[in-house]
């Protein structure tokens, strides 16, 4: 369960829609960056050669809060530069009974602001300690943005990649 709230809680920190006509640096021809916009986390993709139960149940939690319209974590990326985070992870309550799990929303958030800018496929953002970090993001089909489980924590999440889809 710790490693599922770590996971969760450090998605939250990483302040992290193509086009045919996209280049290699993520913009489009009008220069606009696809990166702008609202993001969703939407799923957990795990490496089925991955056999790791803790990814596994964040995967079942976020796909369980999804079926309840729920969503978990929220990146807004302005395109001045800035971006707003919002997160119900520290608020969830997990519940396992008879009839199986229970997860109810959270009411509440945490709401971060930091600053980002995107170099091909490199997102650099201001991270919880004031300093600069780069990971490395994928997109797919125009409105799906990847954070590779390396990129978040290379001893920890490897096998598994947070799914973001652009609303």
Known sequence: ????????CTLILVFSCSSDNEDDSGNNE????????TWVLTDLRVDSTTDNDDLD??????????????????????????????????????????GGLDIPCPTE??????????????????NEDMEEETITIAFEDGNILIIPGESIDENNYAGA???????
């Open 161 to 167: 990649d947070a799914v973001f889809t652009k609303q």
């Open 30 to 37: 009008n220069g606009t960056n696809d990166l702008v916009g």
């Open 57 to 98: 149940f964040a995967k079942e939690i976020i796909g369980f809060l999804q079926g309840i319209d729920c969503d978990l974590i929220i990146f807004t990326f302005n395109a001045d530069g800035t971006a707003v985070s919002d997160s119900k992870a520290d608020f969830l309550s997990i519940n396992v009974g008879v």
């Open 109 to 126: 958030s945490t709401t971060e602001s930091t600053t980002w800018s995107l170099e091909g496929n490199q997102l650099t953002f201001i």
């Open 1 to 8: 369960m710790k490693k599922i709230s770590l996971l969760l």
